[in-house]
């Protein structure tokens, strides 16, 4: 099996090692991952700079890449062209340094990155630890990822499908197959003066979760000691809204 890794903490980051070392156990591996952090850029793709790919490490077994780009960049990059001939028989991204629950999963790169093996038809799965810190405690988390990816590839394939594996530092009392919690980010930037007495602003915000009392959302299981694990699919498309159905659009005929 060749497996595809990649993330948005950087190539140097702890949580990519730690998904090295078991996704290695698996099958061969090629990582393709940014040359330094580039956490929150969803799925955004270069578009005004050229993309530059370094090979840092060539083996049998394990080839190490880093890109100047973006996450989704470095999956994008390495499906179309480093291993255009090579197709990854899996996809995965993180550990995350930091969940990616709730109303995260549109802002995160590592999910951005997950999408791209999504839209590729490659079974794709993205894995969080709910702890920011450059040298967090995988170890609670780290022997469920072998288990729970060997369960995810026994799962039918299906275009746009992925998976979003949240987990907190911590005692891991079991896992449960979650839905994405409902909230919003409020208070979002903290406001500064620079030497020249220019406004500037940082992000920081508080989490404002609207259900806190389900117990079928990814962010109730993080709470809990529960690894998450929540169905994702990059269609956006609202099924169950007939409102718009029922407008009349006749009247723009002369206008179109």
Partial sequence: ??????ND??????????LIKQM?????????????????????????HPIKVKQLLAEDNL???SCNGTPADCAKIAVEVLLENDRPDLLVAGVNHGSNSAI???????????FVGAENMIPSIG?????????????????????LTKKILQLPVRYGLCYNINV???????VRVTRQCKGYWHREYEEYTDPHGEKFYLLSGEFC?????????????????????????????????????????SDLTNIL
């Fill in 127 to 147: 894995f969080s630890l709910n702890d920011h810190l450059a040298d967090a405690d995988f170890s609670s988390f780290e022997p469920y990822i072998l288990p």
């Fill in 168 to 174: 907190s530092p911590g005692e891991v009392k079991g």
């Fill in 209 to 249: 979760n609207t259900e806190p009392e389900a117990e079928d959302t990814d962010e109730w299981a993080l709470k809990n000691g529960y690894i998450a694990i929540t169905p994702t699919t990059i269609d956006m498309t609202d099924y169950t809204d007939n409102n718009l159905k029922s407008v009349e659009w």
């Fill in 24 to 48: 290695s156990k698996l099958g061969r591996v090629t990582v393709v991952a940014p040359d330094s952090a580039r956490s929150g850029q969803s799925s955004a793709i270069s578009i005004e």
């Fill in 104 to 114: 995260n999963v549109i802002y995160s790169g590592t999910m951005g990155a997950i």
């Fill in 1 to 6: 099996m060749h497996i595809l890794i990649t």
């Fill in 63 to 65: 080839n190490i890449y």
């Fill in 9 to 18: 903490d950087g190539v140097h980051a702890k949580g990519l090692q730690v």
